[in-house]
């Protein structure tokens, strides 16, 4: 039996076999030949997606190039492709993606199957640029969607968190390639709640971090830049040797975290600029275990949520060492998306990965709710089905088209199982 576990370590699974298949017809065999399947990207969820006790797939090699429409407004790109090699190869080509998250390993499909998402008050996840899916299906069949051909499933494949089948072709929307020029400064977190609606509306992205015991954020704004002459350097936003010296030390010692904080606020709240390539600019160096809660709250109670956590936390003296992370993102017709109903704050807790996270996750989890959150789908949580239906109105759509599709729950693996009352049609019958 193989094991494999995600990206911050905290999730393992006993597949019976873990396959990298290079070429379509091996792996419509393997997913035909086999009882249950999942496959995973980068491994960059922090829930239990991946796990799975059967065929575990890995599709980094499947065969397959970035072919660019006439128009040159989308590509058919390789599912299992990382962000970071599609977007340097758009780059080549003269493209870009509009839009991108923190960090770049995870692979295409992985990010558009959870919703992965950027900051930008008019740009949605990366699930809304998919316009169109190749999928192998649990009896080893191949089927193509897009918003005309099988609309149905197409909307449920948008965010499909891995239960239709396993995507190996995926069409994507991309903009001509672009330079982004990145300012990062410290700001009062006052200052912040006044002027964020101001920067979010004159910038393409706004994001800032807070740690729970500072009042001091880190703002970073990014616009689009005219190509500098020469070399660009770009300036990653945290500097990762230094947060690292600060996580250890605060796990030693939790009594120095209200002192750390504000010191490492002011550290990372030094003015600097830079411009660079959008794909260079967009990902930042995560290098530092961390575990993640975030929630997608309307757009008009994010900073209020964001104040209630980080009151909770000092309040209870909760030994938090990661700063908060707060983003905007439109809104989406998605089924499974959280953003579905309408411009959201995503606020992300997180908390370093050797200390304990479930203790304030779970403290603060209520609030998120209370806020009427929806949690990020790669990331902690604790819904129930009876959640999911009810935060998710299409939701029931959702499961009609995965079980016309799987009727036998190949791909559903016992995560999914619960959050989606998963039955295998057999077991119903019985
Ligand atoms: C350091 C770090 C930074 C992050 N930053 C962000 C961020 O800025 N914004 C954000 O929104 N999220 C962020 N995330 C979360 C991350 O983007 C999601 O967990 C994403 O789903 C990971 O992609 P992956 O390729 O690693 O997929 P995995 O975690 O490996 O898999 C995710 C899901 O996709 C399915 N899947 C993968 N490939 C296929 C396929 N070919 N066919 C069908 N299903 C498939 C899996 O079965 C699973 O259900 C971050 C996570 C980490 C660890």
Same mark, same amino acid.
């Given at each position: $039996?193989?094991?494999?576990?995600?990206?911050?370590?905290?999730?393992?699974?006993?597949?019976?076999?873990?396959?990298?298949? /290079?070429?379509?017809?091996?792996?419509? /065999?393997?997913?035909?030949?086999?009882?249950? %399947? !999942?496959?995973?990207?980068?491994?960059?969820? &922090?829930?239990?997606? +991946?796990?799975?006790?059967?065929?575990?797939?890995?599709?980094?090699?499947?065969?397959?190039?970035?072919?660019?429409?006439?128009?040159?407004?989308? %590509?058919?790109?390789?599912?299992?492709?990382?962000?970071?090699?599609?977007?340097?190869?758009?780059? $080549?080509?003269?493209?870009?993606?509009?839009?991108?998250?923190?960090?770049?390993?995870?692979?295409?499909? #992985?990010?558009?199957?959870?919703?992965?998402? #950027?900051?930008?008050?008019?740009? #949605?996840?990366l699930s809304t640029f998919a316009l169109g899916f190749r999928i192998v299906t649990a009896d080893g069949e191949v089927v193509e969607c897009d918003a005309t051909r099988e609309p149905d499933l197409f909307q449920a494949?948008?965010?499909?968190?891995?239960?239709?089948?396993? $995507?190996?072709?995926?069409?994507?929307?991309?903009?001509?390639?672009?330079?982004?020029? /990145?300012?990062? &400064?410290?700001?009062?977190?006052?200052?912040?709640?006044? =002027?964020l609606d101001e920067w979010a509306a004159a910038n393409r992205h706004v994001e800032f971090f807070q740690f729970p015991y500072s009042d001091l954020a880190m703002v970073k704004i990014l616009d689009t830049a005219p190509?500098?002459?020469?070399?660009?350097?770009?300036?990653?936003?945290?500097?990762?040797?230094?947060? !690292?010296?600060? +996580?250890?030390?605060?796990?030693?010692? @939790?009594?120095?975290?209200?002192?750390?904080?504000?010191?490492?606020? *002011?550290?990372?709240?030094?003015?600097?600029?830079?411009?660079?390539?959008?794909?260079?600019?967009?990902?930042?160096?995560?290098?530092? @275990?961390?575990?993640?809660?975030?929630?997608?709250?309307?757009?008009? %109670?994010?900073?209020?949520?964001?104040?209630?956590?980080?009151?909770?936390? =000092?309040?209870?003296?909760? @030994?938090?060492?990661?700063?908060?992370?707060?983003?905007?993102?439109?809104?989406?017709?998605?089924?499974?998306?959280?953003?579905?109903?309408?411009? +959201?704050?995503?606020?992300?807790?997180?908390?370093?990965?050797?200390?304990?996270?479930?203790?304030?996750?779970?403290?603060?989890?209520?609030?998120? *709710?209370?806020?009427?959150?929806?949690?990020?789908?790669?990331?902690?949580?604790?819904?129930?089905? /009876?959640? %999911?239906?009810?935060?998710?109105?299409?939701?029931?759509? &959702?499961?009609?088209?995965?079980?016309?599709?799987?009727?036998?729950?190949?791909?559903?693996?016992?995560? $999914?199982?619960?959050?989606?009352?998963?039955? @295998?049609?057999? !077991?119903?019958?019985?």
């Open positions: $039996m193989a094991e494999w576990r995600n990206w911050s370590q905290s999730v393992v699974a006993r597949p019976d076999m873990i396959a990298r298949p /290079q070429t379509e017809p091996k792996l419509r /065999q393997l997913v035909r030949n086999a009882r249950k %399947v !999942r496959v995973f990207g980068a491994g960059h969820s &922090f829930m239990p997606l +991946c796990e799975t006790d059967g065929l575990l797939l890995d599709l980094s090699a499947l065969e397959g190039e970035i072919e660019v429409a006439r128009d040159r407004n989308s %590509v058919w790109a390789p599912a299992g492709m990382s962000l970071a090699k599609l977007t340097e190869r758009l780059w $080549m080509l003269g493209l870009s993606l509009a839009n991108q998250g923190d960090v770049n390993p995870q692979s295409l499909a #992985g990010a558009i199957a959870t919703g992965t998402h #950027g900051t930008g008050e008019t740009l #949605g996840s494949a948008r965010v499909s968190l891995g239960l239709l089948g396993v $995507m190996t072709r995926i069409r994507i929307s991309v903009v001509p390639a672009f330079h982004l020029r /990145q300012r990062l &400064f410290g700001a009062p977190i006052g200052e912040v709640r006044e =002027r190509a500098p002459d020469g070399d660009t350097t770009v300036i990653t936003d945290i500097d990762e040797r230094a947060f !690292r010296f600060a +996580c250890e030390f605060s796990r030693n010692l @939790p009594f120095a975290i209200p002192l750390l904080q504000r010191l490492m606020a *002011r550290i990372g709240g030094a003015v600097s600029e830079s411009i660079g390539p959008a794909w260079q600019v967009y990902p930042s160096d995560r290098t530092i @275990p961390f575990e993640e809660m975030e929630y997608e709250v309307p757009r008009a %109670v994010g900073l209020d949520t964001l104040k209630a956590a980080i009151d909770h936390i =000092r309040r209870r003296g909760l @030994p938090v060492t990661f700063p908060f992370e707060f983003r905007i993102t439109a809104g989406d017709d998605i089924w499974l998306s959280p953003f579905n109903r309408g411009p +959201c704050a995503s606020v992300s807790m997180h908390q370093y990965g050797p200390m304990d996270w479930k203790t304030p996750f779970a403290a603060i989890e209520p609030i998120f *709710r209370a806020a009427g959150g929806r949690p990020h789908w790669a990331k902690r949580h604790t819904l129930s089905a /009876q959640d %999911v239906y009810e935060l998710y109105p299409r939701a029931a759509d &959702f499961e009609r088209v995965r079980a016309a599709i799987d009727p036998g729950a190949k791909f559903a693996n016992q995560h $999914m199982s619960e959050l989606f009352n998963i039955f @295998p049609r057999s !077991r119903i019958a019985a």
